[in-house]
């Protein structure tokens, strides 16, 4: 299984960002991290003679995870081994914003276990930076970037972004051929979306956010995958590129949709076929996880105290769990297995979803191919993926 930690702090909200962050002071970053810490703790309890179970992959995601302290992240990373059986060769990745991290810092991650750094630039020109309400400069990322290499990181991924205000494709060439210069493991590159309640999106209402056309937009996304596959990255997912053999594990986990479990403000989970999600308001969650003593006396009322205190429970019926599969294992670019389909539900997926396969397939979206086990995939085609969510949401059961 996989284990998210979220980390909700940040030093200032981004422009274009919807995630569940807010700036805060050192005494409620001590807070939240004690009541985390209990949050972890709980799980173990409950789980009780089940034993630990082995966990794969660990992300620590936000906000930004790095402005905590070295003893706050090994108070974390103690109770998570309290509580789960570490694999051998386990992915733990650390989100992080360039600027946040000094040699020091960086070091004790790596004492800590943690060996994959996800750096979030998103653009190497200063002027789209400040247009973001990013806190750093492209500066602070290469020495943040040279400084996580001399510290011995040699797995690290860089976000990137493009549709921005005020962004040209000259200006993004030139972050494509600044960040590859770096030579990372993996990129993720997103298009700007604007998403309700932020800042962006007042702009956009009032008309005064100077974004790309819609062809420009559409040629820096047919760039990207240029531009990285003739650098030697192998676009695996819609967003996500990576070296042979560098692919971001806990992302293709979700995708596959291996159980994980979330914890943290507003962290889901997934323990098939329950779903699952914490409260997303601070104040409600950290009531929950304020001391030892309310939290044992959750845990002799039993599981239904223990489901209350979720703010989403949700038992995925069959259908959805052949949504999810259809729609969340068409992000990736190798596809969903039709012989995995057929495993874990009893059916063929050609019985549930002939038809609209059938209909993308006619049209050039979908593509079957067939391995060396003879084992056949279905896949989204490069006209597919641009027109992505269109083709997902029509394995959508009613």
Same mark, same amino acid.
């Given at each position: 299984?996989?284990?998210?930690?979220?980390?909700?702090?940040?030093?200032?909200?981004?422009?274009?960002?919807?995630?569940? !962050?807010?700036?805060?002071?050192?005494?409620?970053?001590?807070?939240?991290?004690?009541?985390?810490?209990?949050?972890?703790?709980?799980?173990?309890?409950?789980?009780?003679?089940?034993?630990?179970?082995?966990?794969?992959?660990?992300?620590?995601g936000?906000?930004?995870?790095?402005?905590?302290?070295?003893?706050?992240?090994?108070r974390?990373?103690?109770?998570?081994?309290?509580?789960?059986?570490?694999?051998?060769?386990?992915?733990?990745?650390?989100?992080a914003?360039p600027?946040?991290?000094?040699?020091?810092?960086?070091?004790?991650?790596?004492?800590?276990?943690?060996?994959?750094?996800?750096?979030?630039?998103?653009?190497?020109?200063?002027?789209?930076?400040?247009?973001?309400?990013?806190?750093?400069?492209?500066?602070?990322?290469?020495?943040?970037?040279?400084?996580?290499?001399?510290?011995?990181?040699?797995?690290?991924?860089?976000?990137?972004?493009?549709?921005?205000?005020?962004?040209?494709?000259?200006?993004?060439?030139?972050?494509?051929?600044?960040?590859?210069g770096?030579?990372?493991?993996?990129?993720?590159?997103? !298009?700007?979306?604007i998403?309700?309640?932020?800042?962006?999106?007042?702009?956009?209402?009032?008309?005064?956010?100077?974004?790309?056309?819609?062809?420009?937009?559409?040629?820096?996304?047919?760039?990207?995958?240029?531009?990285?596959?003739?650098?030697?990255?192998?676009?695996?997912?819609i967003?996500?590129?990576?070296?042979?053999?560098?692919?971001?594990?806990?992302n293709?986990?979700?995708w596959?949709?291996?159980?994980?479990?979330?914890f943290?403000?507003?962290?889901?989970?997934?323990?098939?076929?329950?779903?699952?999600?914490?409260?997303?308001?601070?104040?409600?969650?950290?009531?929950?996880?304020g001391?030892?003593?309310?939290?044992?006396?959750?845990?002799?009322?039993?599981?239904?105290?223990?489901?209350?205190?979720?703010?989403?429970?949700?038992?995925? !019926?069959?259908?959805?769990?052949?949504?999810?599969?259809?729609?969340?294992?068409?992000?990736?670019?190798?596809?969903?297995?039709?012989?995995?389909?057929?495993?874990?539900?009893?059916?063929?997926?050609?019985?549930?979803?002939?038809?609209?396969?059938?209909?993308?397939?006619?049209?050039?979206?979908?593509?079957?191919?067939?391995?060396?086990?003879?084992?056949?995939?279905?896949?989204?085609?490069?006209?597919?993926?641009?027109?992505?969510?269109?083709?997902?949401?029509?394995?959508?059961?009613?």
């Amino acid at each position: 299984m996989e284990i998210y930690i979220h980390i909700p702090f940040c030093v200032r909200k981004c422009a274009y960002c919807d995630f569940l !962050s807010a700036p805060g002071d050192e005494e409620a970053k001590e807070r939240y991290v004690q009541a985390l810490c209990r949050e972890i703790d709980t799980a173990g309890a409950f789980a009780g003679s089940e034993g630990k179970k082995r966990v794969e992959t660990i992300f620590f995601g936000g906000g930004t995870p790095s402005l905590l302290t070295l003893p706050q992240m090994s108070r974390i990373m103690e109770h998570i081994l309290n509580v789960y059986d570490l694999a051998d060769g386990a992915e733990i990745t650390v989100e992080a914003n360039p600027g946040t991290l000094s040699e020091e810092k960086l070091k004790g991650f790596k004492a800590l276990g943690i060996n994959r750094l996800s750096l979030g630039l998103q653009s190497a020109d200063d002027r789209e930076l400040t247009r973001l309400g990013r806190i750093h400069t492209y500066e602070d990322f290469k020495q943040t970037f040279r400084l996580a290499r001399k510290s011995g990181f040699d797995d690290l991924n860089v976000d990137i972004m493009s549709a921005l205000p005020g962004q040209t494709l000259s200006s993004y060439i030139k972050t494509l051929e600044k960040v590859t210069g770096f030579e990372p493991e993996h990129i993720s590159a997103y !298009s700007l979306i604007i998403e309700p309640g932020t800042a962006f999106e007042k702009l956009y209402e009032a008309g005064r956010l100077n974004l790309p056309s819609e062809e420009e937009e559409r040629r820096m996304y047919e760039l990207t995958g240029e531009w990285l596959g003739r650098k030697g990255y192998e676009r695996y997912e819609i967003s996500n590129y990576a070296r042979p053999g560098m692919m971001c594990r806990h992302n293709v986990g979700y995708w596959v949709r291996k159980d994980y479990r979330g914890f943290g403000l507003g962290a889901a989970s997934l323990l098939d076929p329950v779903r699952f999600s914490n409260p997303s308001d601070m104040h409600t969650y950290l009531a929950l996880y304020g001391d030892d003593e309310t939290i044992a006396r959750r845990l002799q009322k039993g599981f239904l105290a223990v489901r209350d205190t979720f703010e989403e429970w949700e038992i995925l !019926s069959i259908l959805r769990q052949m949504e999810e599969f259809m729609f969340l294992g068409l992000r990736m670019c190798r596809g969903i297995s039709e012989k995995r389909f057929l495993e874990t539900f009893g059916v063929s997926v050609s019985d549930i979803y002939g038809t609209v396969i059938q209909e993308h397939i006619q049209e050039g979206r979908l593509k079957r191919r067939t391995d060396e086990g003879h084992n056949i995939w279905l896949a989204l085609t490069p006209e597919g993926i641009s027109v992505s969510n269109r083709v997902m949401a029509d394995f959508l059961l009613d």
